[in-house]
């Protein structure tokens, strides 16, 4: 994890970074309209109605189980999208997928709550359709192997109280363990409370720390397969400018991205398998 580009301001992206984003095709919803839209006197349209979140439904326990790829048959591969301590980036990943409909899953701490929060209305709908799922990273990224029991509880529940707060779902039964450090002990405490399944990877950007974008591109070539769960960051700006190549990649390939409920035949209404 490293510091990230973290100069985004809570009611939007600064004019710098907006300039740099509408040249990649990403600022389609950064800044409100100005000038030369709707007729003067004409209604306003209704805004497109938010398909109901279900209720929050109760802790299930049960048996931890670790998970770190899917089936390699058929053409789903789940992206999944850690951390957030770059503004600009938690901005092009969320405007990434309203522009092409992509399904991804983020997992955010909630340290990062200014970064992500500025987006919760535009995220909305699409959590509610099912094309964004929100998983448990912990509230602060701590090593939770080296944390006591209540410690590993408290940074699960303040997590998931916050993503519930801001995006109306539970995280449960997912949860990733921040570097891919769990043990049974850890597994069991999250278990026990609910998050069921750790997640880890089997595919990688490699973009916990600054990449150029030549490398990132191989990474992606190298894992975006069927299968696989790959692992990505909005912590650095590299990403910001290969969208599209990773979309025109996935396309190539025949590829169906998928959250982890459509991977493994979870939901949210009941936050269990």
């Known amino acids: ?101 992509t399904h991804l899953t983020f997992s955010p701490n909630g340290t990062y709550a200014r970064e992500w929060e500025p987006h919760a209305a535009v995220l909305a709908p699409l959590v509610a359709a099912g094309q964004v799922q929100v998983m448990n990273h912990t509230f602060t990224h701590p090593k939770l192997t080296t944390l006591a029991d209540g410690d590993v509880r408290a940074e699960l529940a303040r997590n998931e109280d916050w993503v519930q707060r801001v995006f109306g779902i539970t995280t449960r039964p997912y949860y990733r363990p921040p570097y891919g450090l769990h043990d049974a002990r850890v597994d069991g405490i999250a278990a026990d409370a609910g998050w069921t399944r750790s997640v880890l990877w089997n595919g990688s950007y490699s973009d916990s720390t600054t990449i150029t974008p030549e490398f990132l591109m191989s990474q992606a070539e190298k894992y975006l397969t069927p299968g696989r769960i ?44």
């Open 1 to 101: 994890m490293g510091s990230g580009c973290r100069d985004g301001s809570r009611r939007g992206l600064p004019r710098r970074a907006f300039v740099g984003l509408l040249g990649l095709g990403l600022a389609a919803c950064s800044a409100p309209e100005t000038g030369g839209g709707q007729a003067a006197g004409a209604p306003t349209p209704a805004a497109p109605a938010v398909p109901a979140l279900p209720p929050i439904p109760a802790a299930v326990p049960g048996r931890s189980t670790t998970v770190s790829s899917g089936s390699a048959d058929g053409s789903r591969v789940a992206l999944t999208v850690d951390d957030g301590t770059c503004a600009d980036c938690v901005a092009g990943y969320v405007e990434f997928a309203r522009r092409t409909g």
């Open 230 to 273: 790959v692992l990505g960051h909005a912590n650095h700006p590299t990403v910001l400018g290969l969208f599209d190549q990773i979309t025109d990649l996935i396309r190539q390939r025949g590829l169906t991205p998928v959250t982890l409920d459509e991977m493994f035949g979870t939901s949210r209404a009941t936050g269990t398998a």
